[in-house]
Nanobody
Framework: QVQLVESGGGLVQPGGSLRLSCAFS????????MGWYRQAPGKQRELVAT???????NYADSVKGRFTISRDNAKNTVYLQMNSLKPEDTAVYYC???????????WGQGTQVTVSA
């Protein structure tokens, strides 16, 4: 069973940076497309970024040029480097894993990111 554990959230001032980590376990990491989603209060969950082992990453327009998703297949970990943070980036950030073959979707518990002066 796939388990995802996020870490790295916290309180940051506008313009600051955070690096989120998601530790993957329970299956073969390279067979999963990994992603980050976020959900702000009163809003629906939205895609932030995704990355497969081969294809290049995809980003929401709102974070392009500021966020970078990466994965370390040796460590079974996916990262989200967030720079130039804005108050509208405030949300709970969730790690997501989707197998290349199959229909299952796995979610972490989420980590809070708050951008405020």
């Amino acid at each position: 069973q796939v388990q995802l554990v996020e870490s790295g959230g916290g309180l940051v001032q506008p313009g600051g940076s955070l690096r989120l980590s998601c530790a993957f376990s329970g299956s073969i990491f390279s067979r999963f497309v990994m992603g980050w989603y976020r959900q702000a209060p009163g809003k629906q969950r939205e895609l932030v970024a995704t990355i497969a082992r081969g294809p290049g990453p995809n980003y929401a327009d709102s974070v392009k040029g500021r966020f970078t998703i990466s994965r370390d297949n040796a460590k079974n970990t996916v990262y989200l480097q967030m720079n130039s943070l804005k108050p509208e980036d405030t949300a709970v950030y969730y790690c997501n894993a989707s197998p290349v073959i199959g229909t299952s979707v796995y979610w972490g518990q989420g980590t809070q990111v708050t951008v405020s002066a």
